[in-house]
């Protein structure tokens, strides 16, 4: 489904990416793990579509060459991000960009648009789910949430649009316990066979929750090493630095 | 240029602090090579005047080509305490109110000239005491003869409105500058006086062709207690001055004046405000906002005077901008005369651009480009529309301005 082969992105002179390979089947999960700074978040950027890197290799998407599309038509053949560090539009409504992105994404899947009452209803159902309160859709995007909030938010974002290849940057990052959990939650309950995910996350708690197919560690811009969901606990054990010593280069 | 009292007055000089952004000599040039329009025979309906100005329910006045249009306006039934009318009516208080353009006085010669030629003057006037519902709508159509024997040279017009809010009323006001395609210029002046505790909403739309040229003048005075909250919103022109001078005479007085210029081409808009203090303990602000595409430039000088002797005096002024073309240009000067110690005064201007990372955000959820950067720049600006008290106004302004700039058009409604 997303095959990654030889993928090096460098921006400002500085390479970050330096020869990545993956192959994410339909249905799979992956986690990535990695010391900060390795390059997790430049990948999933990369991926997005994100302007300022200058990129080679090759990422495809059922066959759809991912780094010739606008940000834009990635989101149409069914990529997602949840970023990182999700960014505040102060005057844009959350529930006019939703519904904007929902019926923008719909029609490009030759969808009929979903009217404001019934958007409405879906979006307090999974809001609801999220135990998130619906006045956050009268709201400015992200403008003023508190970081969880902000996640939950995403999780939101991701459950409408319906993604084929979810990418979650840090998800988990920043929350308390009962948001890891109703995040966790979010996630698992998207997880489907036609649907790949590739979840970047430094705490194993999450892939406890979310229990991946396959565990990778980034590091120098490359995968040094994959392995089932052991590998995460491993990490946890051991820290990068000793767990990437103990392997053979 | 002769004044009223038969003085002589000069065209202002880019000397001028005031006149320092305005191409004063290339407007010169264009007033004296246009020509008046005849009074009859523009092809200006009702359905024309709906789709440039809006229906907003009130009372409405329309001028074309700065003539006064019976079929086109709609004022017979106002409400009491209300009258509307032209200044050359031979009604009572209607005269009174050209006595009462004693206050109008011109300051220039772009103002001498719009008293000495104008043709007909909208007249306002509201009853002490007299709280009025519907908003009053002056409408100035600018239809510039684009085929007939005047082709060759734009169309002028000197609209003139004088409106006296008596004390304890309340009123809202839309000004209308519009027009058809084609080369117009309109030298336009407005006085509104704010009686004792008065209130007023007013609201100046601008949307005139971009061929057209366009000075305008607002002179606001304001007696003790009164409150005044006007929304400027400068759209059209090819050159547009917009300028506004603000008189606090009485203690207790609120200003706020909230603006935005949308200009691309090779627009010129340039704000000119003034607030003078001349009494203790009021307060203004002002916060204008431009959006500034492709080749446009866009100017806002924004001075505070606060007069010797005043006390508790509360002003504010900020100007942000935002410039989405390499060529486009912001200028921005604050102007500050403060001659008085109690006084609480800021003032800030911004120059950016559209945000990365909020343009990155939203492509990445699959809106497309220009539906993103609409969107942004509708944020920007909501300031400013959201300001405006009525939903026909502000969804005429929206539709006018995604079509200036070549934006998707967006509902303001459905944005929040
Ligand atoms: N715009 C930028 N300019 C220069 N260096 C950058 C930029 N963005 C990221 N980097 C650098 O690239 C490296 C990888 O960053 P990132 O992908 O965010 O790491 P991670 O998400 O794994 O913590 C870091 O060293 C970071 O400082
Ligand atoms: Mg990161």
Redesign the interface.
Known sequence: MLHIANLRASIAGKTILNGLDLDIAAGEVHAIMGPNGAGKSTLANVL????GYVVSGEATFEGVDLLAL???D???VGV??A?QH??E?????NM??LR??VN??RA?RGLPEIG?MDFLGVAKEHMARLEMDPAFL?R??NAGFSGGEKKRNEIL?MSM?EPRLAILDETDSGLDIDALRIVAQGIERLRSPDRSMLIITHHPRLLDDVRPDYVHVLSGGRIVRSGDHHLAAELEANGYTSTLAAVPA | MKAADGSVMDYPSTKEEAWRYTPVDEIVSRLAAAATMPATGTSVSRQVVDALAGDHGGPRLVFVNGVYDADLSDHDNVPAGLWCGLADLSHGRAAANVALAGIDWAVDGFLARNHADGHDSAVVVVDPGVRIDVPVHVVHVSAPDNTGERADSATISHPRTIIDVGSGSRIALIQTYCGLDGRAVTNASTTIRVGRHAEVDHCRVQTESTAATHIGHTRIEQEEGSRLRMISVTIGGDIARNAIDVHLHGPDAQTELVGVNVTTGRQRHDTVVTVDHAASRCASTQRFTGVIDDHGRGSFSGEIIVRPGTVATDAHQSNRNLVLSPNAEADTRPWLQILADDVRCTHGATVGRLDDDALFYLRSRGIPLDEARTMLIGAFIRDVTDAIPHPSLRTHVAAIIAASNGMVATDPERMR
């Open positions: 997005a579509g994100r302007d606008a940000p834009e990635r989101a149409a997602f991000l970023f999700p960014v539009i102060p005057g844009v409504g006019y960009f904007s992105a923008v994404v490009k404001a009268s400015s995007v974002q649009l």
